[in-house]
């Protein structure tokens, strides 16, 4: 499977994995610093832990993935390379999930724009240690890093006041920030449920600890909850700001009168350990489950996602970062057998068709070695696959860590007539590998 698809789904486990101590052990505590730090951290650390290498340092004994290049169709008169008529369902995955990327990159990128417009068509004044911005009073007041948009009209002086410092608190806790952090996360992880539930959860601390210090400066916590009921119509501008209006006021009034939570609550947060070892542990068994014997080698098809392994015990392989090119790419690789192998005249003559499945090495220096035939058919088309491999020119060589490494690969020649022996026209085989395409003695892997 593509290595992006890989990284995102195990990121998306591990925001999961780490979402489920927060919503079943942290999210009625009263500890709001620390629920807003677990999630930020959480967020930060989904990202990083399917890139931390000792997943794959306990598969470093296995063989290399050979890939298994695209079959060659040979028929009298014409060559052609066999690729399916459609579309892989990992390129289809690839598309629809850079459209979602893109369309929320633009979507941040808008939100940033109406806030600078905002900005630039009010009028601003400096405060105490903070600018204030006065909007159309059909806007909820809402802050944005160091700034505090409010109706010069709308609100009483003691109600103002509230407001105010609220929006304070948004400023000195810099939760402004934490906002962009979740719109980064939403822009990579848009398919992830998770991530919009984290999202969301961490936009209800922003308000529990706005709210917690509007009543710590002594504002009457009943007044107070009035005044947010009263608010409730206010227009939102968008979500990359801290709004003084949040529809979920249900929750911030019960967190208001939710009795505060004893240090031993602070405790569960060290449930965070055993899940991060949990994930760790995933990981490697995948990676172990992956790997290989030394004695075994597995062929993977880029384009059908089909496997076979292969025993061999006469090289062990690593690994690489990048796999070998041919010259000019795969088209030009294509080319080359449509300019160079022939359909042998014994096999035309006996009518014998199937496939030739090939191994060949890529070397450091992008030599082709040790070509032979793993499954044949005779008749002079083993004798060609051979022949016309190993005329292939120098191939860019496989690379870990920045160091030439040999490689494998396996293709399978597919010799077809055009015809039966009664001159009526053959019906094109499925090219697609099948339980018929794996060579003897060679193993399907799912």
């Given at each position: 499977?593509?290595?992006?698809?890989?990284?995102?789904?195990?990121?998306?486990?591990?925001?999961?994995?780490?979402?489920?101590?927060?919503?079943?052990?942290?999210?009625?505590?009263?500890?709001?610093?620390?629920?807003?730090?677990?999630?930020?951290?959480?967020?930060?650390?989904?990202?990083?832990?399917?890139?931390?290498?000792f997943?794959?340092?306990?598969?470093?004994?296995?063989?290399?993935l050979?890939?298994?290049?695209?079959?060659?169709?040979?028929?009298?008169?014409?060559?052609?390379?066999a690729?399916?008529?459609?579309?892989?369902?990992?390129?289809?995955?690839?598309?629809?999930?850079?459209?979602?990327?893109?369309?929320f990159?633009?979507?941040?990128?808008?939100?940033?724009?109406?806030?600078?417009?905002?900005?630039?068509?009010?009028?601003?004044?400096?405060?105490?240690?903070?600018?204030?911005?006065?909007?159309?009073?059909a806007?909820?007041?809402?802050?944005?890093?160091?700034?505090?948009?409010?109706?010069?009209?709308?609100?009483?002086?003691?109600?103002?006041?509230?407001?105010?410092?609220?929006?304070?608190?948004?400023?000195?806790?810099?939760?402004t920030?934490?906002?962009?952090?979740?719109?980064?996360?939403?822009?990579?992880?848009?398919?992830?449920?998770?991530?919009?539930?984290?999202?969301?959860?961490?936009?209800?601390?922003?308000?529990?600890?706005?709210?917690?210090?509007?009543?710590?400066?002594?504002?009457?916590?009943?007044?107070?909850?009035?005044?947010?009921?009263?608010?409730?119509?206010?227009?939102?501008?968008?979500?990359?700001?801290?709004?003084?209006?949040?529809?979920?006021?249900?929750?911030?009034?019960?967190?208001?009168?939710?009795?505060?939570?004893?240090?031993?609550?602070?405790?569960?947060?060290?449930?965070?350990?055993?899940?991060?070892?949990?994930?760790?542990?995933?990981?490697?068994?995948?990676?172990?489950?992956?790997?290989?014997?030394?004695?075994?080698r597995?062929?993977?098809?880029?384009?059908?996602?089909?496997?076979?392994?292969?025993?061999?015990?006469?090289?062990?392989?690593?690994?690489?970062?990048?796999?070998?090119?041919?010259?000019?790419?795969?088209?030009?690789?294509r080319?080359?057998?449509?300019?160079?192998?022939?359909?042998?005249?014994?096999?035309?003559k006996?009518?014998?068709?199937?496939?030739?499945?090939?191994?060949?090495?890529?070397?450091?220096?992008?030599?082709?070695?040790?070509?032979?035939?793993?499954?044949?058919?005779?008749?002079?088309?083993?004798?060609e696959?051979?022949?016309?491999?190993?005329?292939?020119?120098?191939?860019?060589?496989?690379?870990?860590?920045?160091?030439?490494?040999?490689?494998?690969?396996?293709?399978?020649?597919?010799?077809?007539?055009?015809?039966?022996?009664?001159?009526?026209?053959?019906?094109?085989?499925?090219?697609?590998?099948?339980?018929?395409?794996?060579?003897?003695?060679?193993?399907?892997q799912?």
């Amino acid at each position: 499977m593509n290595a992006l698809l890989i990284y995102l789904a195990q990121s998306s486990v591990c925001l999961g994995m780490l979402l489920g101590v927060y919503w079943f052990l942290l999210r009625h505590d009263t500890f709001f610093q620390m629920n807003r730090f677990f999630l930020l951290l959480s967020a930060v650390f989904s990202l990083l832990i399917p890139l931390f290498p000792f997943h794959r340092v306990l598969a470093e004994p296995a063989s290399v993935l050979v890939v298994l290049l695209d079959p060659v169709l040979i028929s009298p008169g014409r060559i052609q390379t066999a690729v399916s008529g459609h579309v892989s369902w990992i390129e289809i995955l690839q598309v629809i999930y850079f459209t979602g990327v893109v369309i929320f990159l633009a979507r941040y990128l808008f939100r940033l724009i109406q806030i600078s417009w905002i900005i630039r068509s009010s009028s601003m004044k400096k405060a105490d240690g903070y600018r204030l911005v006065s909007i159309d009073k059909a806007y909820s007041p809402f802050s944005f890093f160091n700034m505090i948009f409010i109706s010069d009209s709308t609100f009483t002086s003691e109600n103002r006041g509230a407001i105010l410092a609220h929006e304070e608190v948004h400023i000195r806790q810099a939760h402004t920030l934490d906002l962009i952090i979740a719109e980064l996360i939403i822009i990579v992880q848009w398919f992830n449920p998770f991530a919009w539930l984290m999202v969301s959860e961490l936009k209800n601390i922003h308000e529990y600890l706005a709210d917690d210090g509007v009543i710590r400066r002594g504002v009457p916590a009943a007044s107070y909850q009035q005044l947010i009921l009263d608010e409730t119509l206010g227009f939102r501008v968008n979500n990359m700001a801290n709004n003084f209006n949040i529809s979920q006021l249900k929750k911030r009034i019960m967190m208001m009168k939710q009795k505060r939570s004893g240090n031993w609550a602070i405790g569960k947060v060290m449930m965070v350990l055993p899940v991060v070892v949990a994930m760790g542990l995933l990981f490697s068994a995948g990676a172990l489950s992956s790997g290989l014997s030394q004695d075994k080698r597995t062929v993977e098809s880029k384009k059908t996602g089909v496997s076979v392994v292969v025993p061999d015990t006469s090289k062990k392989y690593v690994v690489p970062d990048k796999q070998p090119v041919f010259p000019g790419g795969d088209d030009a690789r294509r080319k080359f057998f449509i300019d160079n192998i022939k359909y042998p005249a014994e096999a035309m003559k006996n009518n014998v068709q199937g496939k030739v499945f090939v191994t060949f090495n890529v070397e450091i220096d992008g030599t082709v070695t040790g070509v032979k035939v793993i499954r044949g058919i005779g008749a002079g088309c083993d004798e060609e696959a051979v022949r016309v491999i190993k005329l292939m020119p120098k191939w860019t060589p496989a690379e870990l860590k920045g160091k030439p490494v040999p490689s494998n690969f396996v293709i399978p020649i597919k010799f077809a007539l055009d015809g039966d022996k009664k001159g009526k026209p053959k019906q094109e085989e499925k090219l697609t590998p099948g339980p018929t395409d794996t060579p003897s003695g060679v193993k399907k892997q799912d």
